[in-house]
């Protein structure tokens, strides 16, 4: 009896697999911490992805990003002193900064957008974790992870070498703060983000909203964007630049492109029977007032079901906001749409039955990346067609979600 039990535990012994103790205690610590293993998995391939694309060089770059580079290495510190490109100042003096730098041109510029790739990522997965009571962690990496891998986010930066990342990050931190009902700090985020691209102002109907239906600050809270974008742009006004430019540079701007669309997928491409110079000649007037109408529409309409400015409400609302400016408004690049398709990706986390349009959103932008950047084959009209029913799903769907979510009162906790 003895022997066989002797054998038995022999046998055992045996057909066990050895592992040492450190590696159980790895094993061990891995799965308590597999979030974190994610996240790391999850950084080193969205650094990886935009490491094989760093010597990409796109039509912006070669025609503008990298002569601008060379006319401010150039003239150093002088170069301040005038317009170069037709960036704002704040940005003109981060590429003086970039040539400085021991590293090439298109690899600084591309650097720095992908240093605000990764900051908004974790200001996505912060805002999630922070304010999701149920699996927190688990949706703030999967958020995280959508924000850093969507071919948005790396084409506009590593390809591209396009910074709106850098104004979408102080976008959403903004919208951020006025749901946290730090109104002065959300408006100096927003002119922090109007510094650096004109773009931003597409966030700025639902900073009105919020003005309107908060009624707890002042609308002299409003002059914190033109002090923060004076206070940004100080390295170029204090080597001669007049206060004036800073804002004059956007209206030159504005005046740019007379065309009703630039590669973006519009409303507009639908009624196009005209070229597109002369369909903005007839219709760029008639564009902004329908889009103005639209957003008040919107907006009266919130405010009279009383919908509450819960965190997922606040995103859902920009997101509207924001792709309705650039839906329906005249000469609208393939980029501008940058700061909804982020937006989305967020509101996904509050509304999840939206990532079925979230998808189909990303192809429609992808497409349009995919004609500049790599010279593929768009037809705007046929894209417009699925612009514009992806954008009314998504109006459809949004405004079930908060109506169904509608305070009974005014009193009501919002969260």
């Excluded at 005038?82 to 600084?108: D, M, S």
Aim: contains cysteine; hydrophobic residues 55%; charged residues 15%.
């Amino acid at each position: 009896m003895v022997k066989t039990n002797m054998k038995t535990e022999k046998t055992k012994r045996v057909g066990k697999p050895l592992i040492c103790k450190a590696e159980r205690n790895f094993l061990g610590f891995a799965d308590k911490h597999m979030l974190l293993f994610a996240w790391v998995a999850i950084t080193a391939l969205a650094l990886a992805i935009r490491w094989l694309l760093r010597d990409f060089v796109s039509k912006d770059a070669e025609e503008y990003l990298l002569p601008w580079y060379e006319r401010i290495k150039t003239g150093g510190s002088a170069a301040m002193t005038k317009q170069v490109g037709n960036y704002n100042i704040l940005y003109q003096f981060c590429i003086r900064l970039f040539t400085l730098l021991p590293i090439e041109a298109l690899h600084a510029y591309k650097l720095f957008s992908t240093v605000f790739d990764l900051l908004l990522a974790l200001l996505a997965m912060f805002i999630t974790v922070k304010n999701e009571k149920e699996n927190g962690l688990l949706k703030g990496v999967l958020v995280y992870a959508a924000v850093l891998l969507s071919p948005i986010v790396f084409l506009n930066s590593a390809a591209w070498a396009q910074c709106d990342s850098i104004y979408c990050f102080f976008c959403v931190f903004s919208i951020y703060m006025m749901f946290r009902d730090r109104p002065l700090a959300s408006l100096i985020l927003f002119g922090a983000a109007l510094a650096f691209k004109l773009q931003a102002i597409f966030v700025l109907p639902f900073l009105l909203f919020a003005y309107f239906r908060k009624k707890s600050f002042s609308i002299l809270c409003f002059l914190a964007v033109p002090a923060t974008m004076i206070l940004l742009s100080l390295p170029g006004l204090l080597m001669g630049r007049r206060f004036a430019e800073v804002f004059s540079i956007y209206f030159n701007q504005t005046s740019t492109y007379k065309m009703m669309a630039l590669s973006y997928p519009s409303f507009w491409m639908l009624l196009r029977t005209v070229s597109l110079k002369e369909y903005y000649q007839q219709f760029h007037v008639i564009a902004v007032l329908l889009t103005v109408c639209l957003l008040g529409g919107y907006m009266a309409l919130w405010s009279h079901k009383k919908v509450r400015l819960t965190l997922g409400n606040c995103f859902a609302m920009a997101f509207i906001l924001a792709y309705t400016a650039v839906l329906f408004l005249p000469a609208m690049h393939e980029r501008y749409g940058y700061v909804y398709e982020i937006l989305a990706l967020i509101t996904a986390v509050w509304c999840f039955r939206s990532v079925l349009l979230l998808v189909p959103l990303h192809i429609v932008t992808c497409v349009t990346y995919g004609h500049y950047l790599f010279e593929s084959g768009l037809k705007l009209f046929n894209l417009a067609v699925f612009n514009v029913l992806i954008y009314t799903a998504y109006v459809l769907l949004l405004h079930r979600h908060m109506l169904l979510k509608a305070a009974p009162d005014e009193t009501a906790p919002e969260r």
